[in-house]
């Protein structure tokens, strides 16, 4: 068995796993349609009231959620970078490529929002970014600004969600010390 080298938690390969984790392993693969196990799983799962937890969690958030496809993972991976978690970073880097998302508007999200079109988009990731990295700072501007580019109130909610959902993954993934899938960075030409 493997161990993370920080913080010594084991990872739990599906060859090594009991039946009962290999059946919840291809039950989570099948839904998220993932040709592999994510190392978020194979470390969580040495808790199964956690892996279960965050199972449910997310499934509710994608069954719920009525944001464009493309802008969860966009806010997601501009959250990431931002607080700098390499592996929510680079998942929701290779989910937004897998979604259609060019490189030069990854690029831009990354390195240059000021630049980011539309700017309604440019907007929201904006707000996101400030909301999950200081959300007591926020102010009525902040509000007025992202509805000024005709988000509504529901469309807003959702996006305060997803900046404090990408603080839970990104605490998850820096606390666990979770380390990014070599497919991933194979996917991303790293």
């Given at each position: 068995?493997r161990y993370?080298?920080?913080?010594?938690?084991?990872?739990?390969?599906?060859?090594?796993?009991?039946?009962?984790?290999?059946q919840?392993?291809a039950?989570?693969q099948?839904?998220?349609?993932?040709p592999?196990?994510?190392?978020?799983a194979?470390?969580m799962?040495?808790?199964?009231?956690i892996y279960?937890?965050y199972?449910e969690f997310?499934?509710?958030?994608?069954?719920?959620?009525t944001?464009?496809e493309?802008?969860?993972?966009?806010i997601?991976?501009?959250?990431?970078?931002?607080?700098n978690?390499?592996?929510?970073s680079?998942n929701n880097?290779?989910f937004c490529?897998?979604l259609?998302?060019?490189?030069?508007?990854l690029?831009?999200?990354?390195?240059d929002?000021?630049?980011?079109?539309?700017?309604?988009l440019?907007a929201?990731?904006?707000?996101?970014?400030?909301?999950a990295?200081?959300?007591?700072?926020l102010t009525?501007?902040?509000?007025?600004r992202?509805?000024?580019q005709?988000?509504?109130d529901?469309e807003?909610?959702?996006?305060?969600?997803?900046?404090?959902?990408g603080n839970?993954?990104?605490?998850l993934?820096?606390?666990?010390?979770?380390e990014i899938?070599?497919?991933?960075?194979e996917?991303l030409?790293?």
């Open positions: 068995m993370l080298s920080i913080s010594g938690f084991p990872v739990i390969e599906p060859e090594e796993a009991d039946p009962d984790t290999r919840q392993y039950e989570m099948q839904e998220v349609g993932l592999y196990v994510p190392s978020w194979k470390t799962i040495i808790s199964p009231a279960n937890i199972l997310m499934r509710a958030t994608n069954r719920h959620l944001l464009p493309t802008l969860v993972p966009m997601l991976y501009c959250i990431a970078t931002a607080r978690c390499q592996y929510c680079a880097e290779l490529r897998s259609g998302v060019d490189e030069e508007t690029e831009m999200l990354a390195k929002l000021g630049n980011v079109t539309p700017r309604r440019q929201i990731i904006q707000f996101a970014i400030r909301c990295l200081n959300p007591q700072g009525a501007v902040d509000y007025d992202v509805r000024e005709g988000v509504s529901d807003l909610a959702q996006i305060i969600f997803l900046a404090a959902l839970f993954n990104d605490t993934a820096d606390g666990f010390k979770i899938e070599s497919v991933v960075l996917a030409g790293r």
